[in-house]
Every structure is written in C-alpha cells, then in structure tokens.
C-alpha cells in the first residue's frame, strides 16, 4: 500500500505572527463516570470542567474536541482469552462494546449545549464508533474500502448534523491510523483536515518528518498537503503531558506548529493514560502557557486546526485569484 505524499505548506502563518499554538483532546463522549468513565458527559462537574478552568485562565488559547459520533468501546485492551483464538480473534469484538446508539450526541442535548458555552472550542470528528473487531479494538479504520470509509463519515456526519451545534469538519482518526482508503474518502467527502500522526519523541530539526504513531513522514511541525491536489489538510501531533517545555520552544523557535495532545478519559477502567485530562496536566499547561506569553506575546498565533486549514485555504485562493 502506497501512502499518500505528504506536502509541508510553505506559507501559513498570518501576517505578524512568527509561530503557533494548538491544543486538541481527543475521546469526547458523553459517556459520564457514573456508567463507565467521564468522556465529557460530567460536564462541568468533570474533565471538561478543567477544559473550562484553562480556557478562563488562558482567554487566547483555543481548544479543539475530538468528538465520537457514537461512542462504543468500554475497554481499550482485547481480552487475553479470545484474543488467543485464531481466526476467531479477527472476527470478534475482543472487548466488551456498547449498543449503537448509548452514547451518540445528538441523544446527548446538555452535553451539545455545555460543549457549545465554552468559550475557545472547536468541534471536530473522533469517528463513529471508535471500536472495531480484532485486537486492535479502538483503531477504527482498519482494512476499510474507500466506500466503507465513506459510509462510516457519512454515517458520523450525519449524526454530528442531528446535534444542535457548530463543527468543522477534520477528523482525528482513532487510533490515529488513516490507511489511504480512509484518506481518499476524505478527499472525496471535501473534509479540510486530518490528523493522524503524532510523534513525541522526534527531535525538532529543521525537515523533521514524524515516526511514532500514524502517518509516518508528514512535516513534524508544519501543516501538510495530504496527496497531489490541494484538497486536504494533515497536522502533526508534536507534545503532550511527557514532553519538556523545551520540546515546546523549540517548535516555536523554528516558527512552527506546536500542536498540544490531551486525551478526555483519564482512567479507562484501569487503564491510564499518560495524557489524560486531570489537574495535574492541566496545571503543567497552565505554566507553559503562562511561558509562551511571557516569551513570545503577541508574535504568537493561539489558534486551532480548523482555524488554520480555513486561514491556508482563504490565502491560497487570494494568492490564486
Ligand atoms: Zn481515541
């Protein structure tokens, strides 16, 4: 399988700005921790009320979530005894999956309403399900055809359209996996961005291209062009909870994207994540945001993915008009 060429965009920062600042959460769900774990649905009173605290200390920063349109998994790790059936284990949810429809947003009006009140965020696309069958439970898109593909964004867009809310329309595949098929259909379905890889561990270099989790070779660093036509928009993950502020100014100090990773779900019945939501990390965002003011002030552009795909997309049609 050939992927697609992954083309770093030469110009796409605004007038007077010199470097840039995003910061996305993936797994939002309005899952609530009173049945298995807070995806968001606690609102306030939960991971989305840190997501509030940052915003109200930091007015200038902008939050992008990485929505599941109808959240099913319960456990992220394949149960060891199916998991050891051949055949079998590729046909079979090897984890414990919700119904269709327990936790779809447009059944979820406080959770749309209280995402939608927060000042700074963006909606954007975390798949329909975030489950598939195999070992690999939450890698969504797998050996998926284009039309496959297809139907399932148009089956998540769909029930994105039925939320009262406003969202752009970028996808951060689960598991960040985006085979070509899944490319192409975002192609064909006109969607202005994906983010696939991320990469925490890269040294930050001039030319640096990712190597750690999804796309491999795309700009570290810099918003790319996914395949030959200027169709569609990639980012690169480069930082999150484990990472040194020095990570952080060293993508600003080469005029990149410093693109900030958090995942909503703390504890996923045992399993913890490295970069989830909770005070700790927050507090660890709030100095180096409190930093990045103090060095960089106005030359800095807080934005967020969608943002920026709509600010490369209107200067390329300026400059092609
Ligand atoms: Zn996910």
Request: aromatic share 10%; charged share 20%.
């Amino acid at each position: 399988m050939m992927t697609l060429p992954l083309r770093p965009v030469e110009r796409w920062l605004p007038p007077g700005k010199d470097a840039a600042v995003v910061f996305s959460i993936d797994d939002v769900h309005p899952g609530r921790s009173s049945e298995d774990y807070d995806g968001g649905g606690d609102l306030g009173a939960g991971a989305l009320g840190l997501v509030e605290w940052l915003l109200r200390r930091h007015p200038e920063l902008r939050v992008t979530l990485f929505v599941t349109a109808d959240w099913r998994e319960t456990r992220p790790s394949p149960s060891r005894v199916l998991g050891a059936i051949p055949v079998l284990r590729d046909r079979l949810y090897l984890a414990p999956v919700l119904p269709k429809g327990s936790r779809r947003v447009d059944r979820a009006p406080e959770f749309v309403r209280y995402v939608s009140s927060l000042p700074g965020v963006e909606v954007a696309f975390h798949g329909l399900h975030h489950i598939h069958r195999g070992p690999l439970v939450h890698v969504e898109f797998q050996r998926e055809s284009v039309a496959e593909c297809e139907a399932m964004l148009r089956e998540m867009e769909r029930i994105f359209s039925g939320a009262d809310w406003q969202f752009v329309r970028g996808l951060c595949p689960p598991g960040w996996n985006a085979p070509e098929p899944l490319l192409s259909a975002l192609q064909r379905l006109s969607f202005e961005f994906v983010a696939s890889a991320r990469d925490i561990r890269t040294p930050i270099a001039a030319g640096a291209r990712t190597a750690m989790s999804g796309l491999l070779g795309a700009p570290l660093f810099t918003p790319a062009w996914v395949g030959e036509g200027q169709q569609l928009l990639h980012f690169s993950t480069n930082f999150q909870a484990t990472s040194p502020l020095e990570r952080a100014f060293s993508v600003l100090d080469a005029g990149g994207l410093l693109a900030i990773k958090a995942h909503i779900i703390k504890n996923a019945h045992g399993h913890i994540a490295l970069d989830g939501v909770d005070q700790t990390y927050f507090n660890y965002l709030d100095a180096l945001f409190l930093e990045l003011r103090r060095r960089y002030g106005e030359r800095l552009w807080w934005t967020s993915m969608g943002k920026v795909a709509r600010h490369i997309r209107e200067t390329e049609a300026c400059a092609a008009a």
